[in-house]
């Protein structure tokens, strides 16, 4: 079970009912996670928001997409 609160500026995912792991996102993370929670998505996806909400290059978009789903998927925040 996965469950989100705001701590400050930062969101805090909470990925185990005992607290052993709590996963902190910083702001342009947590934008991304609440437009895309509960959704499927990819690095297209992703970089699609990036663009459009950021000013970014689509190359650059892409590549920092990636990266980020590299670490949720680490975290266990999402599966492959």
Known sequence: ??????V???MCIETDVNL????SLNPSSVWLWEQL???EFDAGRVA???TEHY???RPTALADA???I???RKAELIEE
């Open 20 to 23: 052993t792991k709590v996963v």
């Open 66 to 68: 990636e990266t980020w």
């Open 1 to 6: 079970e996965i469950s989100a609160c705001l």
């Open 37 to 39: 929670s509960g959704t």
């Open 55 to 57: 000013e970014v290059e």
């Open 70 to 72: 590299t670490q949720l």
């Open 48 to 50: 699609d928001l990036l």
């Open 8 to 10: 400050g500026s930062e």
